[in-house]
């Protein structure tokens, strides 16, 4: 959902706001009714999905190389989809885990673009990834030292991506195939905007001048905050439930679409967010395994009602905090709760859809990163742009519930945080100024849109070798 939900924003937007036709590929994971849901809203954009192929690899594999291999075993598909159509697509635009697809696009005489649903941080980690000496890898890996990105904020290992931390060789040279073909691309799209992440957007831009271990040129389009606006006329309980709450008086606890918190970890947030006497509402997923994860496979599926979660949380918590708190099992509406006037805070796993969600509703965050690249999310929403406070674990990996008290108290009501919920807002304007007509997003799409038009008139007109 995390990619699917912002390549579905940018389809809309080309179509909407740059007269182009958008044909948008779906491989699916075939288990979610949230992705069938947004699959089936009416849109401008024509949907394929891609016939389900179901990974070889055994479910417990890294998720990054299911992903991976569940994508190359659709590209036959979409050649011939893509070969088939007439009149000739101008460009293909593809996700990291589509960039094999790039050399399709090229064979067709279309331009092959990337659409990086992450910040320019992750960007450029993965552009770099290529030329970086593997002695500096190995070092980050083994030693923790820090990863040197030109021109960025160095990667301490803290804030590092699940691909080093799980240290697995087959995981990253995966990974390390996938960034080596970004350099292959007539342009990579960033969901991101030039005063969120300034610095790293410089060093991107100036690539091509960088000495040892130069990469390919390739431009960089900042297009974000690309976000779902939600729907205003949606009904369901929860916003029935904030309808009756004061203004921004809530804490919103979610972790994606896939996160999932062992056992103690769900007593312990429970705990927490009891302690802290706020209201919420939080997105309940059942325990899985011993680590808190991503299951991908799993979320989306519905089961409802109060009995269902009651069996993993701490006796008695729902009659507790009947008056002041709403648990919703699985999936919420998102865009919907975080744009409603009562909701102050958000609990996030810190997918970078949900920190854009954030941001655009003038939200402050705590951040819970998980797994993937949330670590760096979480380091660039509290580090660089100072919109949230991060939880802190302990020695166990178990984040306690005075930790979660003080955290939530914090964003929700404290001094510090009064700070932080101002900078926010400061920082939604600047969004909303960058994807508005004239803003520097808005015409970093637009000069997108434009190369395809020039490329289209070269290529049709018979120019095009
Ligand atoms: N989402 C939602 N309801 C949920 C959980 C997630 O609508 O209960 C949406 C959320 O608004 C976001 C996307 O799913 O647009 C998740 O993307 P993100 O990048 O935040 O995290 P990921 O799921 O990829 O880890």
């Given at each position: 959902m995390g990619?699917l939900i912002p390549?579905l924003e940018?389809?809309n937007?080309?179509?909407?706001?740059?007269?182009?036709?958008?044909?948008?590929?779906?491989?699916?994971?075939?288990?979610?009714?949230a992705?069938?849901a947004l699959?089936?809203k009416?849109?401008?954009?024509?949907?394929?999905?891609?016939?389900?192929?179901?990974?070889?690899?055994?479910?417990?594999?890294?998720?990054?190389?299911?992903?991976?291999?569940?994508?190359?075993?659709?590209?036959?598909?979409?050649?011939?989809?893509?070969?088939?159509?007439?009149?000739?697509?101008?460009?293909?635009?593809?996700?990291?885990?589509?960039?094999?697809?790039?050399?399709?696009?090229?064979?067709?005489?279309?331009?092959?673009?990337?659409?990086?649903?992450?910040?320019?941080?992750?960007?450029?980690?993965?552009?770099?990834?290529?030329?970086?000496?593997?002695?500096?890898?190995?070092?980050?890996?083994?030693?923790?030292?820090?990863?040197?990105?030109?021109?960025?904020?160095?990667?301490?290992?803290?804030?590092?991506?699940?691909?080093?931390?799980?240290?697995?060789?087959?995981?990253?040279?995966?990974?390390?195939?996938?960034?080596?073909?970004?350099?292959?691309?007539?342009?990579?799209?960033?969901?991101?905007?030039?005063?969120?992440?300034?610095?790293?957007?410089?060093?991107?831009?100036?690539?091509?001048?960088?000495?040892?271990?130069?990469?390919?040129?390739?431009?960089?389009?900042?297009?974000?905050p690309l976000t779902s606006n939600g729907d205003p006329t949606l009904?369901s309980?929860v916003l029935?439930?904030l309808?009756?709450?004061?203004?921004?008086?809530?804490?919103y606890?979610s972790?994606g679409s896939?996160?999932?918190?062992?056992?103690?970890?769900?007593?312990?947030?429970?705990?927490?967010?009891?302690?802290?006497?706020?209201?919420?509402v939080?997105v309940?997923?059942?325990?899985?395994?011993?680590?808190?994860?991503?299951?991908?496979?799993?979320?989306?599926?519905?089961?409802?009602?109060?009995?269902?979660?009651?069996?993993?949380?701490?006796?008695?918590?729902?009659?507790?905090?009947?008056?002041?708190?709403?648990?919703i099992?699985?999936w919420g509406p998102q865009a919907e709760i975080l744009s409603h006037?009562?909701v102050?805070?958000f609990?996030t796993?810190?997918g970078?859809n949900s920190s854009l969600e954030s941001i655009v509703n003038g939200v402050?965050?705590?951040?819970?990163?998980?797994?993937?690249?949330?670590?760096?999310?979480?380091?660039?929403?509290?580090?660089?742009?100072?919109?949230?406070?991060?939880?802190?674990?302990?020695?166990?990996?178990?984040?306690?519930?005075?930790?979660?008290?003080?955290?939530?108290?914090?964003?929700?009501?404290?001094?510090?945080?009064?700070?932080?919920?101002?900078?926010?807002?400061?920082?939604k304007?600047?969004?909303?100024?960058?994807?508005?007509?004239?803003?520097?997003?808005?015409?970093?799409?637009?000069?997108?849109?434009?190369?395809?038009?020039?490329?289209?008139?070269?290529?049709?007109?018979?120019?095009?070798?």
């Open positions: 990619h390549f940018l389809a937007r080309l179509v909407l706001h740059h007269n182009l036709q958008a044909t948008l590929f779906v491989v699916g994971t075939g288990s979610s009714s992705e069938f699959l089936q009416p849109s401008p954009v024509n949907i394929i999905p891609l016939p389900h192929a179901s990974s070889s690899l055994d479910s417990n594999a890294p998720i990054f190389n299911i992903i991976s291999s569940m994508m190359t075993a659709s590209f036959p598909f979409l050649r011939s989809s893509i070969a088939a159509a007439n009149p000739r697509p101008v460009a293909l635009i593809v996700d990291l885990f589509g960039t094999p697809a790039l050399s399709i696009a090229h064979e067709l005489g279309m331009l092959g673009f990337v659409f990086m649903t992450t910040s320019a941080w992750f960007l450029s980690l993965s552009f770099f990834y290529p030329s970086f000496d593997k002695s500096m890898v190995d070092a980050h890996v083994d030693n923790h030292d820090p990863l040197v990105i030109p021109g960025c904020t160095p990667v301490r290992f803290e804030n590092t991506i699940e691909v080093f931390e799980l240290n697995q060789k087959e995981v990253y040279v995966g990974f390390g195939s996938f960034a080596s073909e970004l350099g292959t691309a007539d342009g990579i799209l960033s969901n991101t905007w030039q005063d969120l992440e300034p610095t790293t957007l410089k060093a991107l831009s100036e690539a091509g001048t960088l000495g040892k271990g130069k990469v390919n040129e390739v431009p960089i389009f900042p297009i974000g009904e309980e029935k439930w309808d009756r709450q004061p203004d921004e008086s809530v804490i606890v972790f896939g996160g999932t918190l062992r056992e103690e970890q769900i007593t312990e947030l429970a705990w927490g967010l009891e302690m802290s006497q706020q209201r919420f939080w309940i997923r059942p325990p899985a395994g011993t680590e808190s994860m991503g299951t991908f496979f799993t979320a989306g599926r519905g089961s409802s009602g109060d009995d269902w979660a009651s069996e993993f949380l701490p006796e008695g918590f729902i009659k507790r905090t009947k008056e002041v708190g709403l648990v099992p699985m006037r009562s102050r805070g609990v796993h810190c970078w402050a965050m705590v951040t819970w990163p998980l797994y993937a690249e949330q670590k760096m999310n979480a380091a660039v929403l509290t580090e660089e742009v100072g919109v949230a406070v991060r939880v802190r674990a302990e020695g166990d990996g178990l984040v306690k519930r005075k930790e979660i008290e003080n955290k939530v108290r914090m964003i929700m009501e404290g001094k510090e945080g009064g700070g932080i919920r101002e900078r926010v807002k400061g920082l304007i600047s969004g909303e100024k960058a994807v508005t007509k004239g803003g520097s997003s808005y015409n970093s799409l637009a000069r997108v849109a434009s190369e395809c038009d020039i490329f289209r008139r070269r290529r049709d007109g018979g120019c095009y070798s």
